[in-house]
């Protein structure tokens, strides 16, 4: 039935009158108490789901590898579980006799199941690599009945994310079961049942910011990956007995079902309004990183962006759906919004290329001031710019669609519970596909505009099947023609995003070429001033043609090769500009594995041809496209030499690259002589001492070389043999890319050692390392602010390792 204004106050979810409360419990306890009390619960909880779900990612990278496809399965997995806890929980709520008490345990549950899920994680990790050989086998059988058969990698990848799926499944549908059994323990009679879920969503979607935050910021820094589910645990653990102590309180009521055609369609328009904001977020999280530096904190800031927005959007909307409820065509209002989120995404494109400009509008704003004393307040600025607008309309959409959805029915924990999931399923085919499809078929422009013309679709959805009696169909036609004028007119004055965002990235450069992986935007740049090529990978520049860093990456090829005695297979993680794996590949009878998590870059390296021998066209090297660490942990395969790119620990996600566990494997996959070269950044005495402490953590043997900055480490004693080594510089080919790289023979070699391990050990000292639960290096804002290292005084006697 239709929302009329001269019908009387639907039966909804409020606040409990007063005498209700005194009757189960005290006849003291009022209505503002009940308030704060459920206010807390929803905060906390949704704090805690927000730190479950950034320490799930983290430890998820470990087994699908820091990939857009991992984050985007993820974040499927954990909306996956929320819609089937929402949709169950709706269905069912209306039989519980005491929510409250239901709800107790769900967080009881909740804290229980989470506790579990590092374990559970660890215990996947370890049976993958048989799991992975075993789908092999399976997929070579389908393939011989043709029809059948699949590419390789897409069975183990099904099954990898299946069992993930698993893992997450039961404490992500308790999460997703709260919202629907806390609204059935406040369902009493009167009131207005959109301001009563505008209230809960904001609050708990506030908690998730703080969550969000709190771990993203401070708690994976100071108490580890478990520490922060540990912390999560407890709170659900406090709500739950506290949920015990105040069901006494509550009564409960028997609701009815029903549906017509037009809460049809906002059941349709709100799962489809959960697709596109998930997408929409995908693609500003790709497009913001461009810009941002990229670290853990940017993220972090960006999801904090999005929840600010959805938190405020629903409070704002509360005290209207309160006061003004029963006044307002709700109809309408559900299809402006719709509208308004949809023009707002368009407007992101032009915050977007004209940032600066907007950080500075903003900066201007008194009530914004206090930002500017945080290191971070820039990104803070560009995030709430470009994305806090549709957020804040996306916040209200709940409210109002609860309120058409449920209309003057009785059964509302059912039907919100139900609605809820409907979003929530759309939430993780949002994220799905413009994680996997959108951005690298269409590029993230198209993607939006595709995206925000499916937001204005769905407002007309909802408008055109409102009831006859509610909305005249001029109404309809009026708001349908001028918001598809209003609509048009924007994509058309929209500017062109990576024509604008590139100039503004990059000023007085020439764009060689620019790419949207489906890891990462990769971009190559010229310095007309020097002539010099940049490689980009989002905001962070990872190569560059110029002579001292060209010569800098082929020595991390070099050394490695010239300390093992006899190397014949060599892996390179991470490619770069490819000078590293080009000099590896120089020298005679080696076999070379590249292994590239991005496949833009991939294709990008061709431009620096002229530095890495052009590498990517010789027999003697494989390339895959592949997070390097989950490579190692499948692969049977042993290698002589692994060095990597100079990767930058404070990256986020590079702290995987940089942990005990990660050297661990290393070691595991070297060959009996086998080495292990690794840069270190001179970042700050502290980092530096720490990452030298990780790495000898996991090999017994190792040496320093150059300035104190390259490492090479090994699973046994490391000896150098004059005669291999002059041999090396004996072979025209070689010698001709050691002096390329600085190398002229083998006493300049020589001269470039520093320290034995023992040496090392005695001077950085005991302390902290690196693990995949203390990713330390790359929440580096938490760790002491130190100078840069001091690399003198080692003894530089190369005659302990010198045969």
């Not at 993930?164 to 999460?175: D, H, K, S, W």
């Not at 809960?200 to 990956?225: D, E, R």
């Not at 707002?344 to 004209?354: E, H, I, P, Q, T």
């Not at 080696?590 to 021998?613: G, P, W």
């Amino acid at each position: 039935m239709a929302l009329q204004a001269e019908r009387a106050p639907l039966r909804a979810i409020r606040l409990p009158s007063l005498s209700r409360i005194g009757s189960v419990a005290s006849a003291q306890v009022g209505t503002l108490l009940f308030l704060l009390v459920i206010a807390i619960f929803f905060f906390a909880s949704g704090a805690s789901g927000l730190i479950y779900q950034v320490a799930w990612v983290r430890i998820l990278s470990l087994i699908f590898g820091v990939t857009v496809q991992a984050v985007s399965a993820v974040l499927a997995g954990f909306m996956l579980g929320l819609a089937v806890g929402s949709y169950l929980a709706g269905r069912f709520s209306d039989r519980i006799k005491n929510p409250l008490i239901a709800y107790a345990f769900i967080e009881f549950g909740i804290g229980a199941t989470g506790l579990l899920t590092p374990w559970a994680f660890g215990v996947l990790r370890d049976a993958y690599p048989a799991i992975y050989r075993w789908s092999e086998g399976v997929s070579a059988t389908l393939g011989t009945f043709g029809a059948l058969a699949l590419p390789a990698a897409a069975l183990p990848d099904l099954i990898r994310l299946l069992l993930a799926f698993g893992i997450l499944l039961i404490p992500t549908t308790l999460m997703g079961a709260t919202l629907p059994v806390i609204l059935r323990s406040t369902v009493l009679n009167g009131g207005s049942l959109g301001c009563s879920v505008s209230l809960l969503y904001a609050i708990n979607t506030a908690g998730a910011i703080f969550g969000a935050v709190a771990a993203g910021f401070v708690l994976i820094a100071n108490s580890g990956v478990q520490g922060s589910i540990q912390t999560a645990a407890v709170i659900n653990i406090a709500i739950g007995f506290a949920s015990l102590l105040l069901a006494a309180v509550v009564n409960m009521l028997t609701s009815t079902r029903s549906a017509g055609i037009s809460q049809s369609a906002v059941f349709v328009a709100f799962g489809l309004s959960g697709f596109f904001a998930l997408g929409y977020e995908v693609i500003w999280f790709r497009l913001l990183g461009i810009f941002f530096e990229n670290v853990t904190y940017s993220f972090t800031i960006m999801l904090a962006a999005v929840l600010f927005g959805i938190a405020v959007g629903s409070y704002v909307l509360g005290p209207v759906l309160g006061t003004l409820g029963r006044f307002i065509n709700w109809w309408i209002v559900f299809a402006l919004l719709q509208f308004a989120i949809g023009l707002c995404a368009l407007g992101s494109v032009r915050v977007l290329g004209n940032l600066e400009a907007a950080i500075q509008t903003l900066q201007g704003w008194e009530w914004l001031q206090f930002l500017t004393q945080y290191e971070d307040y820039r990104s803070i600025l560009a995030a709430v710019a470009a994305i806090a607008p549709a957020m804040f309309f996306s916040g209200m959409t709940f409210a109002v669609a609860a309120t058409l959805y449920v209309g003057d029915r009785e059964d509302a924990g059912h039907r919100v519970g139900t609605l809820y999931a409907a979003n929530l399923v759309g939430s993780i085919l949002g994220s799905a596909v413009a994680g996997f499809l959108l951005i690298p078929v269409l590029s993230s422009q198209r993607s939006l505009f595709l995206l925000a013309t499916g937001s204005l679709l769905a407002g007309a959805l909802v408008l055109w099947l409102a009831p006859r009696t509610s909305t005249h169909w001029a109404w309809k036609a009026g708001l349908t023609v001028a918001g598809g004028l209003v609509f048009w007119s924007a994509v058309q004055t929209t500017p062109d995003l990576y024509e604008n965002v590139l100039a503004t990235k990059f000023p007085n450069q020439e764009v060689v070429w620019y790419r949207e992986g489906v890891e990462s935007s990769v971009t190559v740049v010229r310095n007309p001033a020097d002539n010099y090529i940049t490689l980009y990978t989002n905001s962070r520049g990872q190569a560059r043609d110029e002579p001292a860093l060209v010569e800098f990456h082929r020595l991390l090829g070099h050394m490695p090769m010239l300390v093992h005695p006899d190397p014949k297979r060599a892996l390179i993680v991470g490619i770069g500009g490819g000078a590293t794996a080009g000099a590896i590949a120089q020298y005679p009878g080696v076999q070379v594995d590249a292994a590239e998590l991005s496949d833009a870059v991939i294709e990008a390296v061709r431009f620096f041809a002229h530095v890495n021998y052009a590498f990517f066209t010789l027999p003697n090297v494989t390339i895959r496209q592949a997070d390097a660490r989950n490579y190692l942990l499948l692969t049977d395969q042993r290698y002589d030499v692994v060095s990597g790119d100079a990767i930058r620990p404070n990256d986020a996600g590079s702290a995987t690259l940089y942990s005990v566990e990660y050297y661990r494997l290393v070691a595991s996959r070297l060959t009996e002589n086998g080495v292990m070269t690794q840069w270190i950044p001179p970042f700050s005495d502290y980092q530096y001492k720490m990452i030298l402490r990780t790495f000898l953590t996991a090999f017994p043997h190792a040496t320093l070389w150059q300035s104190g900055d390259l490492i090479i480490g090994s699973n046994s004693p490391i000896v150098i043999d004059r005669a291999r080594l002059q041999a090396r510089f004996a072979d025209p080919k070689t010698a001709a890319a050691l002096r390329e790289a600085g190398i002229t023979n083998p006493n300049d070699f020589l001269s470039r050692f520093n320290a034995t391990a023992d040496e090392v050990r005695a001077r950085i000292g005991p302390g902290p390392i690196i693990t995949d639960d203390r990713p330390y290096i790359e929440y580096f804002r938490s760790l002491p602010q130190d100078g840069p290292p001091d690399v003198t005084g080692y003894s530089r006697n190369i005659q302990p390792i010198l045969r």
